[in-house]
């Protein structure tokens, strides 16, 4: 059974198949693999030769391409550590990596660290490139995005603030509270009640 777009490209003409040497060259991030196959990881969206150093994927998100060129056409991109098209990554094309991921993940725990390392690249090149290409901090990026699905959930559902500080990947509740506050001026509280008034009047 294939997968997707993403793997039936070469698996239909019997290529890109995972074998037990690849797979331990992408463990031990062999060079002496490198230009024999490439490796992609779904999950990410980013494609890598077989000596990078970056974190080992799950082994099921894996995709395996004879080439750069089958992994370009397939929508994944080259990634900034290993540059498998000996070519650098656009900084703004990384960054819509990272915000793609956050979007996705923003319940996950997220930091700079792990950011860095699903974006291959260090934390510190990250949080510069970040800021400089969308103006904000990858940090107040996902506080960003927690709260603004927040607000959701405040003005659409019956969700305790306990609830959807948990939904929306701050488990304390109290610090949830209090960084809402902080970037909107109101409660959780104060924000759902004022918003339903708004409503309200509305339909009046």
Known sequence: MKDSVNSGFQENHGYGLMTESKWQAIINNDASYNNQFFYAVKTTGIFCKPSCKSRVPKKE????????????QANFRPCKRCKPTNEKLPDSEW??????????????????????????????????TFKKITGTTPVEYI????????????????????????????PNTSYFITLFRKKTGQTPT???????????MEEI
């Open 190 to 200: 104060q924000y759902r009640e004022n918003n339903r008034s708004l409503k309200k």
């Open 61 to 72: 998100n894996v995709r395996i391409f004879q080439n750069a060129e089958q992994a370009l």
């Open 143 to 170: 506080q960003q995005v927690r709260l603004n699905v927040a607000k959701e959930y405040l003005i659409q559902t019956n969700k305790t603030i306990a609830d959807i500080s948990i939904c929306v990947g701050i």
């Open 95 to 128: 960054v819509a990596l990272i915000t793609e991921n956050i979007d996705k993940n923003f319940i996950e725990k997220l930091t700079l660290e792990t950011l860095a390392d699903i974006a291959h690249g260090s934390p510190y090149h990250l949080h510069r």
